[in-house]
């Protein structure tokens, strides 16, 4: 082998070397603040935690992700500014007609939302998808729903969307699952 070979050699065997001590002195140690894709955020201590919609890797691998994404960030953002308007651009016409400005602003004036993150998101005849997504609220005991009087609720909802952009649907009774946290 020449000079140049042997030299290459040493230097991959280094290099190799180096990788092999930086995996085996990083096994089983977290390397980022960010959780890993398929977990879900850990409920933050006190508050809301970070407003930015998450997907899970599970999510990710719906073709409309995105949209949905993109849509479900316009709508806890119109929630955390007290936005009516916004908000009413994120669902159908059927579910802001039935929630005038007055109404809204009653029901969701100290609400915050917060530590969000799509779960899932499956086809629905017509067009159509549900999203089961998860967030933690922080609200006046007020404005939190009679049967989980807390200040601050996690919820587990399943919100059917449609079109383009999507828009959230009405929803029924059993479409959320809200808890103390």
Partial sequence: MSARGTAIAALLAVVLAGGLGVAWFAAGRSVSAVPPLRAAPPVPAAGVGDTTVLLSADALTHPAHELV???????????NRKDYQAWAATVVPARSGSLDQEAWLDAYGSTRDGTIRIDRIDDLEGARVLVRVRFVSTQAITDAPQDVPARRICWHSSLPMSGVPPLIELTGAGSSRAEAC
């Avoid at 994404?69 to 929630?79: G, P, V």
């Fill in 69 to 79: 994404r993109s849509q479900l960030q316009l709508h806890y953002d119109a929630i």
